[in-house]
């Protein structure tokens, strides 16, 4: 079988929440092909999913039973280790609370996954070039004079705008965005989309899970998630 037209492919998820003596059912059998360069909103009612199979596609999680497979390299089959790295390559999260640490700058932010992935030599080769690519991505994402603060100093806006770039930094193949916008005024939301949109036209593939029907508007394909299943593709 041939899966290589598609970045992101998945075959039969299934998901369970054990909870005691109740099992909980969330995904019941998603089958869905991300291609390259797509831009892929999920919509579905809280609850429905969504962040569960985000964390699935994106390699967060393991599905209790189906298939994921990244290009045409089944992502069961790799080793804790080797699931780290591919995840720190590959992908690139962008998370409704965005997810920073407030002991490190905003550059240092940017800089966890090239530097865990490095190595102390080899950071040591390579650090000034990669915090040039840092820096040049803070400052297309209108944040040069803040490459110093902390992420407690920022506005929302800006704390998502530094959340994109570290998910940038390693050029991934995909990004997997959960309600970006979701703690944003819609103002803010905007211009956040307005980055998005920006990286869809240069080809950057997208999945972002989204209550906001103006930013589903801007996407190739609506998905929804309700009773377990995808509702419509
Ligand atoms: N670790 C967990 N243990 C038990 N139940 C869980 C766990 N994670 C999620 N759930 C349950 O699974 C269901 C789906 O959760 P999920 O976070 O995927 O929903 P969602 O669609 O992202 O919702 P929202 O729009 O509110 O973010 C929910 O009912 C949730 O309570
Ligand atoms: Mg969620």
Not at 55 to 71: M, Q, R, S, T
Not at 86 to 109: A, C, M, P, S
Not at 138 to 143: A, D, I, N, R, S
Not at 157 to 174: K, M, T, Y
């Amino acid at each position: 079988m041939k899966l290589n037209n598609y970045i992101l492919t998945c075959q039969q998820i299934f998901k369970s929440y054990r909870m005691g003596a109740t099992r909980l059912d969330v995904l019941k059998g998603i089958d869905l092909n991300i291609a390259k360069g797509e831009f892929v909103a999920i919509k579905g009612a809280s609850g429905s999913g969504k962040s569960t199979l985000m964390h699935i596609l994106g390699a967060l999680d393991k599905p209790d039973k189906g298939g994921v497979f990244f290009e045409d390299k089944n992502l069961s089959a790799f080793s804790g280790r080797k699931i780290n790295e591919f995840r720190n390559k590959k992908i690139g999260f962008v998370f409704q609370f965005y997810h920073l640490l407030d002991e490190l700058t905003v550059l240092q932010n940017v800089l966890i996954a090239p530097m865990v992935q490095s190595g102390t030599i080899g950071w040591l080769l390579h650090s000034a070039k990669v915090k040039k690519t840092a820096r040049q991505l803070l400052g297309e994402l209108g944040l040069s004079d803040r490459t110093e603060h902390r992420p407690y100093q920022l506005s929302g806006g800006e704390r998502q705008r530094v959340a994109i770039a570290r998910a940038l930094i390693n050029q991934p193949d995909i990004i997997l965005a959960d309600e970006p916008t979701g703690n944003l005024d819609s103002k803010t939301g905007n211009d956040i989309l307005k980055v998005f949109e920006k990286l869809h036209s240069a080809g950057q593939t997208i999945v972002m899970v989204t209550h906001d029907d103006r930013i589903a508007e801007k996407a190739s394909r609506i998905i929804r998630l309700a009773d377990g299943r995808i509702a419509s593709a």
